[in-house]
């Protein structure tokens, strides 16, 4: 028999301990060891078999079992503790609160952050891969700095997918339902009682309602908007069904309702409980580009602006953050889906169907006609724009120049913010024990005792590192019997699971999402040898391996299942498994225990790739492919560089090459040196490894450092300009988006006519100043309205500059017929072959960057 509706009924805690109910209500406890220590005491066997959630630990709990805690006046006492703690945190100033107080011109009161998923604790399974735990990395750091963030999502009844094996190895999706009744979620409601409603449009005289649930992060709420509800058909009560789900028409309307209902839940959000509205708008990826469609819908509406200035106003105030090194990671839409959607009778008040499709379009050398691109959209509709390593702005510029035709690839306006990792939740509590033991604080970034590391004794470290190698051994034992059972083996089968892995093994961690370019399999490039690698009787290793495929892809799935076939052998599966369904949960294993984090993606195809920073925080050493993050940081001592077979078109040859450098580093550098022991067994050069870098690495990938980042070179700048634009008539608005009107209407009649230099001799030196005249023709344009630049740097033989630098020339006088004179003097700062041009950009206040409307007239 089967019920005809569920719910949870939550506990009704007593009076002495009811501050339970609050503590286990805010995700704080996710990555605050102390509150999950006073949850744990309750009862640690059930603690255990609850998976480490506090609310279903509280709903398990029965009237007598809490009335005997409220009984207990040392536990009593241990919650007010513990809450007044909590409150300290969500109300004492911090590293944000100083900042605002002294930055010039303002810091904003509010920041959106849009995601399509957030990966805050297995609780709350929101999340697939890296996108969406950066993005909850980013909220939890945002709260410990006291950043004014809001974050805004969608809830997916059954998030990603739980994974497992069936007996041959092949990936099987599961999708259990959520109860959002039993989550640390609760419900936004009118004051009447009901719940609070966001709904949008669909075609047919469709309606898409959504309820919107509220997640704690520490200060930081988190707006998760919920299509199942009553009032929707079914179509509409599937469209948050599951993350990354369904076709092309259910993802647009996914992405409408992240981008569009989630500012309507800002401003939900704001009359219920007068928060202020966000003077800046984050959008993490191009899945919620939609939300500028919804915010220049409401100034062209509310406030009377034309298009084209509410576009202003709202990219001023806009940042775009890409994730995706590769064209096939966006979503794409067809114009008619999009027309569909948007136009018609769909068509949005402000937003005319045609300048909305000219926002994705992709009328640029190498773009597609007919389709609709929502990172396109993203950078049209964001002033400022970064990709998450320095290697991945590089990748990203050159990706998206076609935006900017003109402009060297270096000058395209996207810039780069590293990725970071919040440390509370992935730095394993040994590691802080052992920080406070001899460092004397957990707090190692505010007591800025990185350079203090090689205080703590190294026989300390090495068997820190021994006992995470040990805990790592135990859960994947756990975990590769309850696969193997759910594989179809009987326990009578399972008594190698005993042996799994070795605690004095050399341990290596791969562990990530499995499309074809983080290629999972290269290390089975030459099994055989691997396979010597992993039985070598004085020096083996062992691999510790997991990943999801996503549901629609089988060449990601056919990976899988070689990598399990090859691990499934008798004769290596002591040192070799696949444990599957990685999830958040798992990786607090695998990262403190791993020796070294492997990853091997086709470069340059990795944007970031944090996973390695977690396992550095927690003593590991990575052995990567030099992209992402390892790109920029690698110094020779902290891990290793696989070598690249960069220009090899030959994808096989290519990996084969590769490989065969992974398979050299690990026998003759990596595995050496690991068991290299002087007479008390510790391995010197290793442990001098970790500590150098935990003292380098460790100030650098922390999200901290991140989140402060995009506070300074992009918020605050953001915040800014958007006041800058709308005042409370929107007149600087309106001003921009006449100049560009104007600009982009005359550039044609834009030239540089004549240049003229000098002031050096034949053999010209350093320190030398050079004087250049320029003669330029402007049309309809004043001088005013341009930057007329004298731009130097490094001549080759194809007379290309290279190492540019940029100056600007002094208007001098005008002539008839739109004609002026400009000039100025540099003096010649190096040597070497020297070349320099003139040309014309467009020049306001508004502007972000001279490149920022992609105009630009070379002599």
């Given at each position: 028999?089967?019920?005809?509706?569920?719910?949870?009924?939550?506990?009704?805690?007593?009076?002495?301990?009811?501050?339970?109910?609050?503590?286990?209500?805010?995700?704080?406890?996710?990555?605050?060891?102390?509150?999950?220590?006073?949850?744990?005491?309750?009862?640690?066997?059930?603690?255990?078999?609850?998976?480490?959630?506090?609310?279903?630990?509280?709903?398990?709990?029965?009237?007598?079992?809490?009335?005997?805690?409220?009984?207990?006046?040392?536990?009593?006492?241990?919650?007010?503790?513990?809450?007044?703690?909590?409150?300290?945190?969500?109300?004492?100033?911090?590293?944000?609160?100083?900042?605002?107080?002294?930055?010039?011109?303002?810091?904003?009161?509010?920041?959106?952050?849009?995601?399509?998923?957030?990966?805050?604790?297995?609780?709350?399974?929101?999340?697939?891969?890296?996108?969406?735990?950066?993005?909850?990395?980013?909220?939890?750091?945002?709260?410990?700095?006291?950043?004014?963030?809001?974050?805004?999502?969608?809830?997916?009844?059954?998030?990603?997918?739980?994974?497992?094996?069936?007996?041959?190895?092949?990936?099987?999706?599961?999708?259990?339902?959520?109860?959002?009744?039993?989550?640390?979620?609760?419900?936004?409601?009118?004051?009447?009682?009901?719940?609070?409603?966001?709904?949008?449009?669909?075609?047919?005289?469709?309606?898409?309602?959504?309820?919107?649930?509220?997640?704690?992060?520490?200060?930081?709420?988190?707006l998760l908007l919920d299509s199942d509800v009553p009032e929707n058909d079914e179509a509409a009560r599937?469209?948050?069904?599951?993350?990354?789900?369904?076709?092309?028409?259910?993802?647009?309307?996914?992405?409408?309702?992240?981008?569009?209902?989630?500012?309507?839940?800002?401003?939900?959000?704001?009359?219920?409980?007068?928060?202020?509205?966000?003077?800046?708008?984050?959008?993490?990826?191009?899945?919620?580009?939609?939300?500028?469609?919804?915010?220049?819908?409401?100034?062209?509406?509310?406030?009377?602006?034309?298009?084209?200035?509410?576009?202003?106003?709202?990219?001023?105030?806009?940042?775009?953050?890409?994730?995706?090194?590769?064209?096939?990671?966006?979503?794409?839409?067809?114009?008619?889906?999009?027309?569909?959607?948007?136009?018609?009778?769909?068509?949005?008040?402000?937003?005319?169907?045609?300048?909305?499709?000219?926002?994705?379009?992709?009328?640029?050398?190498?773009?597609?006609?007919?389709?609709?691109?929502?990172?396109?959209?993203?950078?049209?509709?964001?002033?400022?724009?970064?990709?998450?390593?320095?290697?991945?702005?590089?990748?990203?510029?050159?990706?998206?120049?076609?935006?900017?035709?003109?402009?060297?690839?270096?000058?395209?306006?996207?810039?780069?913010?590293?990725?970071?990792?919040?440390?509370?939740?992935?730095?394993?509590?040994?590691v802080y024990e052992l920080a406070d033991k001899y460092l004397g604080t957990t707090d190692v970034e505010?007591?800025?005792?990185?350079?203090?590391?090689?205080?703590?004794?190294?026989?300390?470290?090495?068997?820190?590192?021994?006992?995470?190698?040990?805990?790592?051994?135990?859960?994947?034992?756990?975990?590769?019997?309850?696969?193997?059972?759910?594989?179809?083996?009987?326990?009578?089968?399972?008594?190698?699971?005993?042996?799994?892995?070795?605690?004095?093994?050399?341990?290596?961690?791969?562990?990530?999402?499995?499309?074809?370019?983080?290629?999972?399999?290269?290390?089975?490039?030459?099994?055989?040898?691997?396979?010597?690698?992993?039985?070598?009787?004085?020096?083996?290793?062992?691999?510790?391996?997991?990943?999801?495929?996503?549901?629609?892809?089988?060449?990601?799935?056919?990976?899988?299942?070689?990598?399990?076939?090859?691990?499934?052998?008798?004769?290596?599966?002591?040192?070799?498994?696949?444990?599957?369904?990685?999830?958040?949960?798992?990786?607090?294993?695998?990262?403190?225990?791993?020796?070294?984090?492997?990853?091997?993606?086709?470069?340059?195809?990795?944007?970031?790739?944090?996973?390695?920073?977690?396992?550095?925080?927690?003593?590991?050493?990575?052995?990567?492919?030099?992209?992402?993050?390892?790109?920029?940081?690698?110094?020779?001592?902290?891990?290793?560089?696989?070598?690249?077979?960069?220009?090899?078109?030959?994808?096989?040859?290519?990996?084969?090459?590769?490989?065969?450098?992974?398979?050299?580093?690990?026998?003759?550098?990596?595995?050496?040196?690991?068991?290299?022991?002087?007479?008390?067994?510790?391995?010197?050069?290793?442990?001098?490894?970790?500590?150098?870098?935990?003292?380098?690495?460790?100030?650098?990938?922390?999200?901290?450092?991140?989140?402060?980042?995009?506070?300074?070179?992009?918020?605050?700048?953001?915040?800014?300009?958007?006041?800058?634009?709308?005042?409370?008539?929107?007149?600087?608005?309106?001003?921009?988006?006449?100049?560009?009107?104007?600009?982009?209407?005359?550039?044609?009649?834009?030239?540089?006519?004549?240049?003229?230099?000098?002031?050096?001799?034949?053999?010209?030196?350093?320190?030398?100043?050079?004087?250049?005249?320029?003669?330029?023709?402007?049309?309809?344009?004043?001088?005013?309205?341009?930057?007329?630049?004298?731009?130097?740097?490094?001549?080759?033989?194809?007379?290309?500059?290279?190492?540019?630098?940029?100056?600007?020339?002094?208007?001098?006088?005008?002539?008839?017929?739109?004609?002026?004179?400009?000039?100025?003097?540099?003096?010649?700062?190096?040597?070497?072959?020297?070349?320099?041009?003139?040309?014309?950009?467009?020049?306001?206040?508004?502007?972000?960057?001279?490149?920022?409307?992609?105009?630009?007239?070379?002599?």
């Open positions: 028999m089967k019920a005809i509706r569920r719910f949870s009924v939550r506990t009704v805690l007593p009076e002495p301990i009811a501050a339970l109910g609050d503590l286990a209500s805010n995700l704080r406890w996710s990555w605050h060891a102390p509150t999950r220590d006073l949850f744990e005491q309750i009862d640690p066997q059930r603690w255990a078999k609850v998976r480490n959630d506090p609310v279903r630990l509280l709903s398990a709990l029965s009237p007598q079992e809490l009335a005997d805690l409220a009984a207990n006046p040392e536990f009593v006492s241990r919650v007010a503790t513990a809450k007044d703690d909590l409150d300290t945190y969500l109300t004492a100033p911090r590293w944000y609160q100083a900042w605002a107080e002294q930055v010039e011109g303002g810091a904003p009161r509010a920041i959106a952050y849009f995601s399509p998923e957030f990966g805050i604790t297995e609780v709350l399974p929101q999340y697939s891969g890296g996108l969406g735990i950066l993005a909850g990395d980013h909220l939890k750091t945002a709260s410990d700095l006291g950043v004014p963030i809001v974050g805004v999502g969608l809830f997916y009844k059954t998030g990603y997918f739980k994974q497992s094996l069936n007996r041959d190895g092949w990936q099987q999706e599961t999708y259990p339902v959520l109860d959002p009744d039993g989550l640390p979620i609760f419900l936004l409601r009118e004051a009447d009682g009901t719940p609070s409603v966001v709904t949008l449009d669909l075609p047919g005289g469709r309606e898409l309602h959504a309820h919107v649930w509220r997640a704690q992060i520490g200060r930081v709420p988190l599937n469209v948050t069904n599951r993350l990354y789900g369904g076709g092309g028409e259910q993802r647009l309307q996914q992405e409408m309702l992240l981008g569009m209902g989630g500012v309507r839940a800002l401003r939900l959000w704001s009359r219920l409980t007068g928060a202020p509205a966000p003077d800046v708008y984050h959008t993490n990826e191009g899945h919620a580009g939609f939300l500028g469609v919804e915010r220049i819908h409401e100034l062209t509406t509310g406030q009377g602006l034309p298009f084209a200035a509410a576009l202003e106003a709202v990219r001023a105030a806009t940042v775009f953050t890409t994730h995706t090194p590769v064209p096939a990671g966006i979503d794409r839409f067809t114009t008619e889906l999009v027309e569909l959607h948007f136009g018609g009778e769909q068509a949005v008040d402000g937003v005319p169907v045609d300048r909305l499709l000219e926002l994705g379009a992709e009328d640029y050398p190498g773009g597609e006609a007919g389709i609709f691109n929502m990172a396109v959209m993203g950078l049209r509709l964001a002033q400022r724009a970064n990709g998450v390593s320095q290697l991945h702005g590089v990748v990203s510029r050159g990706m998206f120049d076609g935006l900017w035709p003109g402009f060297d690839d270096n000058e395209v306006p996207i810039t780069s913010i590293t990725n970071g990792v919040h440390a509370g939740t992935w730095v394993d509590p040994r505010r007591e800025n005792a990185w350079e203090r590391i090689n205080e703590v004794p190294r026989d300390a470290i090495w068997s820190t590192k021994r006992d995470l190698r040990e805990q790592l051994v135990v859960e994947a034992r756990r975990r590769m019997r309850s696969s193997w059972k759910k594989r179809g083996a009987s326990p009578a089968e399972l008594g190698w699971v005993d042996d799994v892995l070795d605690p004095d093994v050399l341990t290596i961690g791969f562990a990530r999402r499995v499309p074809t370019y983080k290629r999972l399999t290269l290390m089975l490039r030459d099994p055989q040898r691997l396979k010597r690698l992993l039985l070598d009787p004085k020096r083996p290793i062992q691999l510790v391996i997991a990943g999801k495929s996503h549901p629609a892809d089988e060449t990601g799935k056919q990976l899988i299942q070689q990598m399990v076939r090859f691990a499934d052998d008798p004769e290596i599966r002591h040192r070799i498994v696949f444990l599957p369904n990685y999830d958040i949960a798992m990786a607090q294993y695998l990262y403190p225990g791993c020796d070294v984090w492997l990853n091997n993606p086709l470069r340059p195809f990795e944007a970031c790739g944090t996973s390695g920073m977690k396992a550095a925080l927690n003593g590991g050493l990575n052995l990567s492919i030099l992209d992402g993050w390892w790109d920029e940081w690698f110094d020779g001592e902290n891990g290793w560089a696989i070598p690249t077979a960069d220009g090899v078109e030959d994808p096989n040859r290519r990996d084969d090459l590769e490989a065969a450098a992974l398979y050299d580093l690990i026998e003759n550098s990596v595995a050496p040196r690991f068991y290299d022991r002087d007479a008390e067994g510790i391995p010197q050069n290793w442990v001098s490894m970790i500590t150098h870098t935990l003292s380098t690495l460790g100030p650098k990938v922390l999200a901290s450092r991140m989140v402060r980042d995009y506070t300074t070179t992009l918020y605050g700048p953001a915040a800014r300009a958007g006041w800058a634009l709308n005042g409370s008539t929107f007149d600087g608005a309106r001003e921009l988006a006449a100049y560009k009107a104007r600009v982009r209407a005359a550039w044609d009649g834009v030239v540089v006519d004549h240049v003229e230099s000098s002031g050096v001799s034949d053999s010209p030196q350093v320190g030398e100043t050079l004087h250049v005249r320029a003669y330029v023709s402007l049309g309809e344009l004043s001088p005013d309205d341009v930057d007329v630049q004298v731009v130097h740097g490094l001549a080759h033989d194809s007379d290309d500059l290279s190492d540019v630098e940029s100056e600007s020339l002094d208007f001098v006088e005008s002539y008839e017929g739109g004609r002026h004179q400009f000039a100025g003097d540099f003096a010649l700062a190096r040597t070497g072959s020297f070349g320099y041009t003139v040309r014309i950009l467009p020049r306001h206040a508004g502007l972000a960057s001279p490149s920022e409307l992609g105009l630009v007239a070379n002599a």
